[in-house]
């Protein structure tokens, strides 16, 4: 999983990064501080991990990971190239998610690229940008199937969608789920678009804004559930400042520093929590003494995919899938145990693997 961090310049997106990453990107108080990406992987914090290394005293734990990529900050303009704005923006195509981060606080000796703070503003200026580099690349495509249409049947079908989805994204809207038949957007997740991507909005508050939304939080989440279509968003609020904290400790400080805030979840578990739910992920989990291990696949993935994570052969090669759930799995102590119980199951080809399921793949090459 790739999820690109975006926003305009001193909102706060590269502390984020920094925090979520610990990977020291540059951050400044001046636009453009960032030009090329950074790009940091995360391990995807996971305590069944520990719990299944215990029972099966592992050799070693490989949780599964994300890629976070911050791009430099967008200003009014960039689909233009101003700023190095087209740059940025070939960024952001290769990314599964974005996670767009709004400042939503108050501080003199923070500069705002557009002299004022209104996380509206803001919003609206990074979702148009997104939008013109769209109908830009949307238009070149445009052009491109009205030739291959004069010789295609598909082709000119295919011209009819991407100008419904012009007409859409001219509106200033992003297209749900249901404008499109799944046919329709096999077709349309071809193009590459910017705007069709989930999206994660963060709140970037200051501490004393943590616990109840100010002012410029609850215009944001109106307007974001109220004015913005399409299915895959969410938003967050976090303090990049207390990010930055909590980056600097161990687990169990960390713990204890949620704890003294009274905060259940650190902002990259939040990140990640949501991540999971708007990209449609699930997590399974393989563990031996060789190895404790998480993969992460699609929901709806068959069982011999789900090996294919794993090594090409397996699914090449895929017999049947032995499946217990975690928490059957725990509550059985043992493998030996969770086979002798009866929880452990064969599941052949056409099983969707679950999140939370403990595999064991039978195979033959």
Same mark, same amino acid.
């Given at each position: 999983?790739?999820?690109?961090?975006?926003?305009? &310049?001193? =909102?706060?997106k590269s502390t984020i990064f920094n925090a979520l990453t610990k990977a020291g990107a540059e951050s400044a108080n001046y636009p453009f501080c960032t030009i090329d990406p950074?790009?940091?992987?995360?391990?995807?914090?996971?305590?069944?991990?520990?719990?299944?290394?215990?029972?099966?005293?592992?050799?070693?734990?490989?949780?599964?990971?994300?890629?976070?990529?911050?791009?430099?900050?967008?200003?009014?303009?960039?689909s233009k190239g101003e700023g190095l704005g087209n740059k940025f923006l070939s960024h952001i195509r290769e990314v599964d998610a974005i996670v767009h981060v709004v400042r939503c606080f108050e501080d003199e000796?923070?500069?705002?690229?557009?002299?004022?703070?209104? &996380?509206?503003?803001?919003?609206?200026?990074?979702?148009?940008?997104?939008?013109?580099?769209?109908?830009?690349?949307?238009?070149?495509?445009?052009?491109?199937?009205?030739? +291959?249409?004069?010789?295609?049947?598909?082709?000119?079908?295919?011209?009819?969608?991407?100008?419904?989805?012009?007409?859409?994204?001219?509106?200033?809207?992003? &297209?749900?789920?249901?404008?499109?038949?799944?046919?329709?957007?096999?077709?349309?997740?071809?193009?590459?678009?910017?705007?069709?991507?989930?999206?994660?909005?963060?709140?970037? =508050?200051?501490?004393?804004? +943590?616990?109840?939304?100010?002012?410029?939080?609850?215009? +944001?989440?109106?307007?974001?559930?109220?004015?913005?279509?399409?299915?895959?968003?969410?938003?967050?609020?976090?303090?990049?400042?207390?990010?930055?904290?909590?980056?600097?400790?161990?687990?169990?400080?960390?713990?204890?520093?949620?704890?003294?805030?009274?905060?259940?979840?650190?902002?990259?578990?939040?990140?990640?929590?949501?991540?999971?739910?708007?990209?449609?992920?699930?997590?399974?989990?393989?563990?031996?003494?060789?190895?404790?291990?998480?993969?992460?696949?699609?929901?709806?993935?068959?069982?011999?995919?789900?090996?294919?994570?794993?090594?090409?052969?397996?699914?090449?090669?895929?017999?049947?899938?032995?499946?217990?759930?975690?928490?059957?799995?725990?509550?059985?102590?043992?493998? =030996?145990?969770?086979?002798?119980?009866?929880?452990?199951?064969?599941?052949?080809?056409?099983?969707?693997?679950?999140?939370?399921?403990?595999?064991?793949?039978?195979?033959? =090459?």
């Amino acid at each position: 999983m790739k999820i690109g961090i975006v926003g305009l &310049p001193n =909102v706060g997106k590269s502390t984020i990064f920094n925090a979520l990453t610990k990977a020291g990107a540059e951050s400044a108080n001046y636009p453009f501080c960032t030009i090329d990406p950074n790009i940091g992987i995360v391990s995807v914090p996971d305590p069944r991990l520990a719990v299944l290394d215990k029972m099966y005293t592992s050799k070693k734990v490989v949780p599964t990971t994300i890629e976070f990529v911050d791009i430099a900050g967008l200003v009014r303009g960039a689909s233009k190239g101003e700023g190095l704005g087209n740059k940025f923006l070939s960024h952001i195509r290769e990314v599964d998610a974005i996670v767009h981060v709004v400042r939503c606080f108050e501080d003199e000796n923070v500069v705002h690229v557009e002299g004022k703070i209104d &996380p509206i503003d803001d919003l609206e200026t990074i979702n148009l940008e997104l939008i013109f580099a769209d109908l830009e690349m949307l238009d070149r495509r445009i052009e491109k199937n009205k030739k +291959l249409a004069k010789t295609n049947i598909q082709e000119k079908t295919n011209v009819e969608i991407a100008m419904r989805l012009r007409e859409l994204l001219e509106s200033g809207k992003m &297209p749900n789920d249901d404008d499109f038949t799944p046919e329709e957007w096999e077709f349309i997740n071809t193009i590459q678009l910017i705007s069709i991507k989930p999206v994660l909005y963060i709140a970037n =508050v200051s501490e004393d804004d +943590l616990h109840e939304d100010n002012d410029m939080v609850k215009r +944001l989440k109106a307007a974001i559930f109220e004015n913005y279509s399409g299915n895959h968003k969410d938003i967050i609020k976090i303090s990049a400042k207390i990010e930055e904290e909590i980056a600097q400790f161990d687990d169990e400080e960390k713990a204890e520093f949620l704890a003294d805030l009274g905060l259940e979840a650190s902002g990259l578990d939040q990140v990640i929590s949501v991540g999971y739910k708007l990209l449609g992920l699930v997590t399974f989990l393989t563990a031996g003494p060789d190895e404790c291990r998480a993969w992460t696949v699609t929901a709806g993935t068959k069982a011999p995919q789900a090996a294919g994570k794993i090594h090409s052969d397996i699914e090449r090669g895929f017999i049947r899938a032995e499946i217990t759930s975690y928490d059957q799995l725990i509550e059985a102590g043992s493998d =030996v145990k969770a086979k002798e119980l009866g929880v452990t199951r064969i599941e052949g080809k056409d099983y969707v693997m679950v999140d939370g399921d403990v595999t064991f793949f039978r195979f033959n =090459v």
